[in-house]
């Protein structure tokens, strides 16, 4: 047996082996799935971007409904899922963003990038996918001229409110 005390090491090989490596958008093809196949794991060291992968190849991963309180700040401001520090303070203190360590960043933050593949819908705006569901991702930082607020207003008001009781 394997687990018998002082057998440290074995002489046949594994009796079971896959044939085929698991996919996990061959059963989940929901645009949830897509947007977590898609995302860039930014501002993390390599040890804990191996982890968020592994999380995503095996469907582990799972979004968050709303923004969790970073340790350094104290400010309800981290976005991504399994991190503890948000994205501006992991900018600044150059840690790592998960761990809070500090190691070397392998994809540093980019503000001015978009961190999933975006979808050009048929009135020429982008979205990535998911209307119904909080994304925090959303960049407010070029809300100043008229052209973006015109923009923004069209979205609001094309958005369906429904009215529940409690």
Known sequence: MSTEKGNVSRTRPQR????????????????RRKKINAKLHDGVCQHCKGILEWRVKFSKYK???KPK????????TVKDPYHIICRPCA??????AKCGKEEEIVIPIDKGQDRTESVTTKNGQKSSGLEDEL????NF??????????????????MNFERTEI
């Open 69 to 76: 309180k970073c340790v350094k700040c104290l400010q309800k």
């Open 91 to 96: 900018g600044k203190l150059e840690i790592c």
């Open 141 to 158: 930082s070029s809300t100043d001229n008229d052209e973006d607020s015109d923009v923004l207003e069209e979205r609001f008001r094309s």
């Open 63 to 65: 979004l968050l409904s």
């Open 16 to 31: 079971y082996q896959n044939a085929h490596a698991f996919r996990n958008d061959k059963y989940d093809t929901s645009a």
């Open 135 to 138: 994304d925090f991702d959303t």
